[in-house]
């Protein structure tokens, strides 16, 4: 296998392979295949394909996206995982999210490794669980790329950057009260003592503002308690969905939720962070150099696991993600590779 990469093909035939989170395994067996066919270094880490050698001379680089997808909604006229052409459209499961960052970022890398070699190590990384941000998908190869000078984050942005993105943390909380018999009016109702934690959490006020990205956001998302109508419940729990930005960071909005609760507060997780890139970074300075527009992100990539300065830009719109007929025009996939070639090139390291 030799020559330019026929992305249109290899995105046709990488669709039509099943690759819902945690479920790559052909897939990835698939993408493996093609990149050795192309002479290619690649190593694979659980379904995760790393192609490039970490550790060689010149500045790191990666551009990285995703093979794995959502399940599919209801509302799908035709099979999600048997692509369809239609003129300028290819209809499928992925192709949007983000089997189209895939293919341009694999035709990018084919085109530019050995034109940037003398000046930066380019690395590609095709990553598993994404959509589920999983313990088994980016951050299981990170520690073998090492450190990173830059990463290129490939997501449908209609190639415009994202240079921030919003975080994401989830947190369970309980609250106790006594248990007693409600005609009698005994016992401490959890459920009036949650409630006092809800109105707290909704007048949290965050006055600094971000330069790329809404307030952070905490809402009550789901509550619940009680056994039977006639019993004070002792217990009350609910579900708070925080959003961080740059200025404030998941651990911060902990610390500020717990101060105003009576509920013990667990998080399920603070590793989804908030991002916020440097003005003076290469990336950024590569960003004003071709002409584009910076933005913040409110939806979640796997920049949120990313340790190093990142950039999101790839080709499609992210309205079309995890839509029953997504879809990805043909004029997008070649904006995509021109587009990320053109700002490898103004990438000065």
């Known amino acids: 296998m030799s020559g330019e990469i026929q992305y249109i093909d290899l995105l046709l035939e990488m669709l039509s392979i099943p690759a819902v989170s945690k479920e790559e395994a052909q897939r990835s067996d698939f993408l493996e295949s093609y990149m050795k066919g192309m002479g290619w270094p690649v190593r694979r880490i659980q379904h995760n394909l790393l192609v490039g050698e970490p550790g060689a001379p010149g500045a790191a680089v990666l551009l990285n996206s995703h093979m794995d997808t959502v399940p599919p909604v209801e509302g799908w006229k035709s099979d999600p995982f048997c692509p369809v052409e239609r003129g300028e459209k ?45 313990s088994n998908g980016i951050t299981s190869v990170l520690p073998i790329v090492g450190e990173l000078q830059a990463v290129i984050v490939g997501e449908p942005t209609g190639m415009a950057p994202a240079v921030a993105e919003r975080g994401l943390m989830v947190l369970d909380g309980e609250v106790g009260g006594k248990a007693g018999h409600a005609a009698r009016n005994e016992g401490k109702n959890a459920i009036y003592e949650a409630i006092e934690d809800v109105g707290a959490i909704g ?3 965050f006055t600094e503002e971000s330069e790329w990205l809404p307030r952070p956001g905490a809402q009550v998302t789901m509550i619940s308690a009680g056994t039977r109508h006639n019993v004070v419940p002792d217990i009350c729990r609910y579900v708070v969905d925080v959003r961080s930005n740059d200025r404030y960071g998941n651990e911060r909005l902990l610390k500020m939720i717990r101060s105003v609760c009576k509920a013990e507060l667990t998080p399920r997780s603070t590793r989804l962070k908030s991002s916020g890139l440097d003005r003076d970074h290469l990336l950024m300075k590569a960003i ?57 090139e103004h990438i000065e390291v």
């Open 203 to 205: 007048q949290l006020e």
């Open 90 to 134: 290819i209809m499928g499961l992925g192709s949007n999210d983000a089997g189209a960052s895939v293919v341009t970022m694999m035709a990018t890398y084919h085109q530019m490794r050995e034109r940037l070699g003398k000046r930066m190590n380019l690395m590609l990384l095709i990553s598993a669980e994404e959509e589920v941000s999983g």
């Open 288 to 344: 004003h150099a071709v002409g584009l527009e910076p933005f913040g992100s409110s939806t979640l990539s796997d920049m949120a696991l990313i340790p190093y300065p990142a950039v999101k830009m790839g080709p499609g719109e992210s309205s079309r993600s995890h839509t029953a007929g997504e879809y990805i025009l043909k004029s997008e996939l070649e904006q995509g590779v021109e587009g990320y070639c053109r700002f490898l």
